[in-house]
């Protein structure tokens, strides 16, 4: 499967814990972004890296949240201290610079209890 | 403030007619439009985008049009499949930001 990969699919986790969620894009694509999606509603924006670079950030990404992108391949997501609020779908996206379409991952579900 | 719209949460459509769902945009600076598909369980599929500088743009089976003078985007899916059955978002962008604005969506029916 050479589509934008997300691990793990599923999380469950007690409210303050850390979790950290994991985005492989596709080989290649320098772009990457990362979204929160919510029952019933669009994604939202959260991040954007182009290479390793984080050139974006939304004012939705608390200072629990923390994105990186070592190498400029894959990139990793954590929230610190979680909110049952911070329960959602966590999406990766990736695309290359010369081209506008973003290529979806499958998501990561985050339960905080 | 940004927000981009859908004026009909639910669109249920007979199998092989057209479908058309809308799209209301509130940035007049957003320059790059898209539509994505959103099946059950799965990230969001593109389908079609469009530029400012166009008012229409065709692919296969869809048409998307864009109206800048009252900030208004559609969808138009023809002759309608099982397939197409699921939620469709629209997303704006403006010239200078990475920010993709996603709408909240409109779930497409097909009916047998």
């Known amino acids: 499967d050479t589509g934008v990969s997300q691990n793990p699919r599923h999380k469950i986790t007690k409210r303050g814990q850390n979790v950290t969620f994991r985005c492989d894009p596709i080989s290649e694509h320098n772009r990457l972004y990362w979204y929160r999606q919510t029952l019933g509603q669009g994604p939202e924006f959260l991040t954007y890296f182009q290479n390793e670079a984080q050139l974006e950030k939304s004012r939705l990404l608390s200072d629990r949240f923390s994105a990186e992108r070592p190498k400029g391949s894959f990139s990793t997501l954590e929230i610190q201290r979680t909110e049952q609020g911070d329960s959602a779908m966590y999406l990766c996206a990736s695309s290359l610079t010369s081209l506008n379409e973003q290529f979806f991952g499958p998501g990561t579900r985050l339960t905080v209890l | 403030g940004e927000s981009v719209g859908l004026h009909l949460p639910t669109l249920s459509v007979q199998e092989g007619d057209n479908s058309i769902i809308n799209c209301a945009y509130s940035n007049s600076a957003s320059d790059y439009f898209i539509w994505y598909k959103q099946e059950s369980g799965k990230g969001p599929q593109f389908i079609i985008d469009?530029?400012?500088?166009?008012d229409k743009r065709q692919g296969q089976r869809v048409t998307v049009l864009l109206n800048k003078t009252v900030k208004h985007l559609s969808l138009q899916i023809a002759a309608t499949q099982p397939g197409d059955s699921a939620v469709y978002f629209c997303a704006e962008n403006y010239s200078g930001t990475y920010k993709y604005i996603f709408g909240t969506g409109t779930r497409l029916k097909v009916l047998a």
């Open positions: 469009i530029r400012s500088n166009m």
